[in-house]
């Protein structure tokens, strides 16, 4: 597992457990479910990427533009 997949790999992992466990607050889960999301973004540009198919950049800006909306409904 190369570094780069690391840093990402537990940046999901540490959102997943901060989300599982700091539920008291709307806010905090709201982080821990964008921090989750950021991650994914990474993820899916990275293996876009990687694999150079242009068909597949689509993906991590959907799930970007899905995110935000996800934040400012819950914000709202």
Same mark, same amino acid.
Do not use: K
């Given at each position: 597992?190369?570094? !780069?997949?690391?840093?990402?790999?537990?940046?999901?992992?540490? @959102?997943?457990?901060?989300?599982?466990?700091?539920?008291?607050?709307?806010? /905090? &889960?709201?982080?821990?479910?964008? @921090?989750?999301?950021?991650?994914?973004?990474?993820?899916? /540009?990275?293996?876009?990427?990687?694999?150079?198919?242009? @068909?597949?950049? !689509? %993906?991590?800006?959907?799930?970007?533009?899905? /995110? &935000?909306?996800? &934040?400012? %409904? @819950?914000? &709202?």
């Amino acid at each position: 597992m190369t570094p !780069v997949h690391f840093s990402f790999t537990s940046a999901f992992i540490l @959102g997943l457990m901060g989300l599982a466990f700091h539920r008291t607050h709307l806010l /905090s &889960a709201l982080l821990c479910l964008e @921090g989750m999301m950021l991650s994914l973004f990474i993820a899916l /540009s990275l293996w876009a990427l990687q694999m150079e198919a242009t @068909g597949y950049s !689509v %993906a991590p800006m959907l799930l970007l533009a899905f /995110s &935000a909306c996800e &934040a400012s %409904a @819950g914000l &709202a």
